[in-house]
């Protein structure tokens, strides 16, 4: 019964039909495995396929060709069983505004079927969890788009779920937001010890916050390791290749190569273009952000 | 504050900072299983409904204006008239379970809007991530929607009051009422839901709201009787589950003549139906 990974994923493709037979390929033959208890990173640009790929393993989109399993219980065949060990917070911000926080949180309880009897003190101690307690009977609107994304985390956190999944939890937040945001998540993976899937598309938060990380572009995955692992190999391939150029790193004779080179090394072309293209998700994020913070 | 760990010195006389207790936290509660999950679900999502109307009140209100200026204009004008035949009872009675049921029609047919809000919003995302099956997500709406239906009738059976309609306080023939508005709203609720999973976008789905409530109304037994309408209306009346409400409605408050039993079977039978259309259809909304 104990599963060694978190998440399997094998050949996950999906694709988006729009009107008139247009198809975005969004994932485009995934293979990665989330060992039980790591942080892992899912990093790349607006548009790279992150959140179908999370949609995927989250049961909310039906795996077309592929696989998923989630310790172990297949995503498309299982998926009750699946949600029951899974806490997800989404990409947007999303906190009911016409209940207080605590009832928030309350709602995750009861349809995690936390008994009556405890279910007080277990919502009270998520909230803990985020420090949220002297805010939990204030309105959900009331609320900065920190403190809603703090509240999405005890929502995620009351079931007490064994794999915590992150939707980019810290985009179109201040940096004392993110860094407040980090500060939960690492403090209560310290505590409980789940495993975390998270994604982003900050190169630093990858760096320091993740186990291992899966660089994604165009619906695929380009490289997977450790951060060092990574800046390793581009420091290698670096010094075989051009030695002494600059090379197409374009890394200006630094001698630690940071995960911007990674990316820019393994997609071959830089993580700011790959992000500039695409506002659409943006600005739809900070549209939530205004209506629900 | 946090559960970071003692790093820091705790040589001052205060007892040292161990964070907040996570015990429960690190524990998955039981999981029901079988028939107890669909229950827990409905008492959980009427929870919440309630919550919120606890907090805002003045939807309760505002909802309220409507069915009254329907019994104070149309009902006290046509009482008077005389022009509707009612079998013997002044209009304004005839007229008060048609007004309920028109009201709660409304209320149910919003919950397609607002399930669009919660996906736009992310909370019916988050909500279908949990172990809650879509039949008893959709259910749970439902019947949170006949819930405000309900508190929204007795509203409107106050103001009915208050205008001198003679209606009944039998408290067996009022638990009926409630289980008619229950019932009705879940129905209208469920189309409502699965009209949205299929144009999947607000602003289509306030059009067709619009487009359909009105006929629903008009088409049904609510302002007049049968017989008084044109052959084809009286055909739309009949498959208009509106009409069946209305008819149990005013049989239950009133005591007019009535057909309780197909009234409750046919309210029944399309809430069913529109369960299982709105459980199918919502996935496409999380796509
Ligand atoms: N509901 C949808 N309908 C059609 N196309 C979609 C839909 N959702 C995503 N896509 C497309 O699929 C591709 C991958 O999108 P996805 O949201 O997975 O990217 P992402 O890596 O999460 O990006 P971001 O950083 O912007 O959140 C994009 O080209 C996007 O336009
Ligand atoms: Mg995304």
């Not at chain 1, 009351?158 to 980090?182: C, F, K, M, N, Y």
């Not at chain 1, 820019?264 to 659409?280: M, S």
């Not at chain 2, 907040?20 to 107890?36: C, H, K, N, S, Y």
């Not at chain 2, 002044?90 to 007004?99: K, N, S, W």
């Amino acid at each position: 019964m104990d599963h060694e990974e978190a998440v399997v994923c094998r050949g996950l493709e999906y694709s988006f039909t729009h009107g008139r037979g247009k198809v975005t390929r969004a994932v485009d033959g995934i293979d990665l495995t989330v060992r039980t208890g790591e942080v892992f990173g899912l990093l790349g640009p607006n548009g790279a396929g992150k959140t179908t790929t999370i949609r995927a393993i989250t049961t909310l989109l039906p795996v077309g060709a592929g696989m998923v399993r989630v310790f172990g219980h297949d995503a498309t065949r299982r998926p009750m069983e699946v949600r029951r060990l899974l806490g997800y917070v989404p990409q947007q911000l999303s906190a009911d505004a016409g209940l207080t926080g605590r009832e928030n949180v309350a709602l995750f309880a009861r349809v995690f079927d936390v008994p009556r009897a405890e279910r007080a003190r277990r919502v009270t101690q998520a909230l803990a969890a985020v420090d949220l307690t002297d805010a939990a009977d204030r309105m959900a609107a009331t609320y900065s788009g920190g403190m809603v994304r703090r509240l999405e985390l005890a929502q995620a956190l009351v079931s007490a779920p064994r794999l915590l999944v992150l939707d980019e939890p810290t985009i179109g937040l201040d940096p004392i937001a993110r860094t407040g945001v980090w500060e939960r998540v690492d403090a209560v993976r310290r505590a409980t010890g789940m495993t975390v899937l998270v994604t982003t598309h900050y190169m630093d938060e990858a760096d320091r916050h993740c186990d291992r990380i899966a660089l994604m572009d165009r619906g695929r995955i380009r490289a997977l390791g450790t951060p060092a692992e990574l800046k390793d190999q581009v420091r290698q391939d670096g010094q075989q290749g051009q030695a002494g150029h600059e090379g197409r790193d374009g890394r200006d004779g630094r001698d630690e190569p940071t995960l911007d080179d990674v990316f820019r090394h393994f997609a071959g072309r830089d993580l700011a273009d790959a992000t500039e293209g695409d506002f659409g998700d943006v600005r739809r994020t900070r549209r939530t952000a205004n209506r629900v913070g | 504050m946090s559960a970071v760990p003692a790093a820091r010195p705790t040589a001052s006389a205060e007892p040292p900072d161990r964070g907040p207790e996570l015990d429960l936290l690190l524990v998955p509660p039981r999981a029901r299983t079988g028939w107890r999950l669909v229950p827990a679900r409905i008492a959980a999502m009427c929870a919440v409904e309630l919550q919120k109307l606890r907090h805002d009140r003045t939807e309760l209100y505002t909802r309220a204006v409507q069915p009254a200026l329907w019994l104070l204009i149309f009902g006290e004008t046509f009482t008077r008239l005389k022009a509707i035949p009612t079998g013997g009872i002044p209009y304004l009675d005839y007229l008060a379970p048609g007004i309920i049921a028109q009201s709660a029609m409304f209320i149910a047919i919003f919950y397609g809007i607002m399930i669009i809000w919660e996906r736009d919003s992310g909370v019916l995302t988050k909500l279908l991530v949990t172990p809650t099956p879509r039949a008893a997500l959709v259910t749970g709406k439902a019947f949170a929607a006949g819930v405000k239906a309900v508190l929204q009738a007795v509203v409107v059976v106050l103001i009915a009051a208050v205008l001198g309609v003679a209606m009944t306080w039998n408290p067996l023939r009022l638990l009926g009422v409630v289980a008619v508005v229950l019932l009705g709203s879940a129905f209208f609720s469920c189309l409502s839901m699965a009209i949205a999973g299929i144009v999947l976008t607000r602003d289509r789905l306030m059009g067709i709201g619009q487009a359909i409530t009105m006929p629903l109304f008009f088409g049904s037994n609510a302002l007049y009787p049968l017989d008084l309408m044109p052959g084809w209306l009286q055909a739309v009346s009949k498959v208009n589950p509106l009409s069946y409400q209305v008819d149990a409605l005013r049989g239950l408050l009133i005591g007019t003549p009535s057909h309780l039993p197909l009234d409750f079977a046919v309210l029944a039978a399309a809430t069913l139906a529109g369960i299982a259309a709105a459980s199918a259809l919502l996935g496409r909304l999380a796509r």
